[in-house]
């Protein structure tokens, strides 16, 4: 709704969507045994984000940002490894 509203005023509304990626907000989470092992039968890259990671966010944002950009409106960039995916098993089926 926010990118039909604000998109004739020229400006864009976009969505960034990580998943669990390790950081001072998810270093409890992080040391749990079994994210390790929901995470190989759940994510299809097999990982949690980690500061390796962090460039693809950071190179998101850069181009959200970037004039390059200027065309993009309205989407939703979805940065978790594919952990959403249709058909990946969720909770209840591990």
């Given at each position: 709704v926010?990118?039909?509203?604000?998109?004739?005023?020229?400006?864009?509304?976009?969505?960034?969507?990580?998943?669990?990626?390790k950081?001072?907000?998810t270093?409890?989470?992080?040391?749990?045994d079994?994210?390790?092992?929901?995470?190989?039968?759940?994510?299809?890259?097999?990982?949690?984000?980690?500061?390796?990671?962090?460039?693809?966010?950071?190179?998101?944002?850069?181009?959200l940002?970037h004039?390059?950009?200027?065309?993009?409106?309205?989407?939703?960039?979805?940065?978790?490894?594919?952990?959403?995916?249709?058909?990946?098993?969720?909770?209840s089926?591990?």
């Amino acid at each position: 709704v926010m990118a039909l509203e604000l998109g004739p005023c020229n400006i864009r509304c976009n969505s960034i969507s990580p998943g669990i990626f390790k950081s001072n907000i998810t270093a409890g989470l992080m040391k749990k045994d079994w994210l390790d092992i929901v995470t190989r039968k759940t994510v299809p890259l097999g990982d949690q984000g980690s500061s390796n990671s962090d460039p693809a966010l950071t190179s998101l944002i850069r181009y959200l940002i970037h004039d390059s950009s200027e065309y993009v409106n309205g989407s939703i960039f979805v940065v978790d490894a594919g952990a959403t995916l249709p058909g990946i098993p969720i909770w209840s089926s591990l």
